[in-house]
């Protein structure tokens, strides 16, 4: 409000600067959904057009999939009773299982770089 206005800020008087961030906001929220409803559209489109290319996404959602249930399988869902007041079981079971996942994936990247290398310094 005040860039638009050309004042400074300390100049400024913004009593009601509320209800044009809530206008952005809803804005930003519409934006939101047309951009996620057309990046799934084009990939539904792609699918149709050519189902020769879904079968490798097929198998990275999957593979994805699987490294979420071993996270979730292996995290603990237990709370140091300093905590116990503000994190549920819920919540810590699905941090760990977001630790767990992150570290499963950085292992793959590195090892995908290090085969990457390893063959091409082969050849």
Do not use: H, W
């Not at 100049?11 to 906001?25: E, K, R």
């Not at 709370?79 to 079971?93: H, L, N, Q, R």
């Amino acid at each position: 409000m005040t860039m638009s206005s050309g004042l400074t800020p300390e100049q400024s008087d913004c009593t009601d600067c509320g209800a044009a961030v809530g206008s952005f906001l809803g804005l930003s929220y519409i934006l939101l959904v047309l951009a996620v409803v057309a990046a799934l559209g084009g990939s539904v489109m792609q699918a149709i057009m050519n189902p020769g290319k879904l079968k490798g996404s097929l198998i990275g959602l999957g593979g994805m999939i699987l490294v979420f249930v071993i996270s979730y399988v292996l995290a603990d869902a237990t709370v140091e009773p300093y905590y116990a007041s503000d994190i549920t079981e819920t919540a810590s079971k699905l941090s760990g299982a977001g630790l767990y996942a992150f570290y499963i994936l950085f292992v793959l990247a590195v090892l995908s770089i290090a085969s990457s290398s390893l063959t091409r310094f082969i050849k």
